[in-house]
């Protein structure tokens, strides 16, 4: 059968029975017509163990593929291989038995607090053309900076999510997870500026952060332009996920749990978290003092 054909088969298994996110998806087509591609491949018969191991073996030394490269194709293949075995497409999952690098254990890239306060400072005194574009850009950075949302998360986020009176916010997280996470008071103070403006503009649409120009959510390209901008203005390079990482190290920093912290990150395995207690220096600086033997000099 033509692999491209059993490839859409898979994605729609893989969204409505798996509910597997757009982005993973995404992944799975991209990633599997390179395979096939690459390897020549037209039909899932032409796949043979032979070809498998040459493709990933010209990945990383012809490609120069980090080995988050290398793990990202080798699961997407590992499980549209398990699910073409499953239907009787394939005999074999010649995945199942590559060898996986090891990566180098790199600390999450964040912000200082001196960083993270400084990015909200710029957002909000940022010359913009509409007064509207200042409240709006201040509370979706607090967002990031407050509640450690994944981009999508935040993209996707409905009006109706946003409990200012019980001081929470409904996330729709990743692989279906819903979490509530808690509102800082410095949050909804900016969240509420954010709400009164929105309503003066009439943005009746159900997203909460909303273009500048139209009544609808704001876009993934429009959140790229922005961060430019503020990059640019601020002279500090981040990424939304670097955003997430300082939430959880800030978190750390001001004595928060693991446990806890674990919950609002909306990790399924604890395991996750603990990255971040080798990612601030200032939190391992602040548990050695608790030495008990301390307190005898």
């Known amino acids: 059968m033509n692999i491209e054909l059993l490839l859409e088969d898979f994605c729609h298994h893989s969204k409505y029975i798996r509910g597997v996110s757009d982005s993973t998806l995404k992944r799975y087509r991209e990633n599997i017509h390179n395979f096939a591609r690459s390897a020549q491949i037209s039909h899932i018969s032409d796949v043979t163990e032979k070809k498998v191991l040459s493709f990933f073996l010209d990945g990383r030394v012809s490609k120069n ?132 403006e929105r309503k003066k503009q009439n943005k009746t649409c159900s997203e909460f952060f909303t273009s500048s120009n139209r009544n609808q959510g704001l876009t993934d390209s429009g959140l790229k332009k922005l961060i430019l901008k503020m990059r640019e203005a601020s002279g500090i390079y981040f990424k939304t996920h670097g955003l997430r990482h300082t939430f959880a190290t800030l978190m750390l920093e001001g004595g928060c749990d693991i446990y806890s912290l674990s919950k609002m990150m909306g990790h399924s395995d604890i395991k996750t978290t603990t990255i971040y207690l080798s990612a601030t220096a200032e939190h391992l600086r602040s548990q050695v003092i608790k030495h008990p033997l301390n307190s005898l000099i």
């Open 65 to 196: 593929w980090k080995t988050t490269t290398y793990k990202t194709y080798y699961m997407s293949l590992l499980v549209f291989f398990r699910w073409c075995v499953k239907h009787k497409h394939l005999e074999e999952n010649y995945a199942e038995d590559l060898e996986i690098p090891k990566g180098s254990k790199s600390l999450p890239k964040k912000l200082s607090r001196q960083e993270a306060f400084k990015l909200l400072e710029v957002a909000f005194n940022y010359p913009y053309t509409q007064k509207y574009l200042r409240y709006r850009n201040h509370a979706l950075f607090s967002m990031f900076l407050f509640t450690g949302l994944r981009k999508t998360e935040l993209l996707t986020l409905k009006l109706t999510d946003i409990d200012v009176e019980n001081q929470s916010v409904f996330v729709k997280g990743k692989g279906d997870k819903d979490r509530i996470v808690p509102l800082s008071t410095t949050l909804i103070h900016s969240l509420e500026n954010y709400l009164r």
